[in-house]
């Protein structure tokens, strides 16, 4: 590979990508210790602010595993590449002027 070469290197995961998974990871780290509620619930908090907690029918743990994994999801899915084949669809966002004027005329 000499500097004038033109092909850029081929990766198999972007680095936004990688970095967006990294993000959600420590952006979603359990802090403190687990607490115990008057009720009897468990509690402990994310780094993101949220109140993780079990729950009549899910566990403490069950819930801050579903938490990252959307965690992670959201972080990937923000920068995935376009037209990618998708588990989910990606949620629309704000409406062109042109996306609106055609649902308006359907
Ligand atoms: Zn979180």
């Known amino acids: 590979m000499t500097v004038d070469d033109p092909a ?9 990508m990688r970095y967006a998974k990294v993000r959600a990871a420590t952006d979603h780290t359990t802090v403190g210790v687990v607490c115990e509620t008057p009720d009897g619930r468990v509690t ?3 780094a993101c602010g949220m109140e993780l907690t079990n ?3 899910w566990t403490l743990d069950e819930h801050i595993r579903l938490h990252r994994a959307e ?3 959201l972080a990937l899915s923000a920068v995935a590449p376009p037209g990618i084949p998708r588990l989910v669809p990606l949620a629309p966002t704000t409406a062109s002027p ?3 004027s055609r649902a308006t005329t359907d």
């Open 8 to 16: 850029p290197p081929v990766v198999p995961v972007s680095a936004e």
């Open 44 to 46: 402990i908090a994310c």
């Open 98 to 100: 042109a996306t609106a």
């Open 71 to 73: 965690a992670r999801y």
């Open 55 to 57: 729950g009549p029918t």
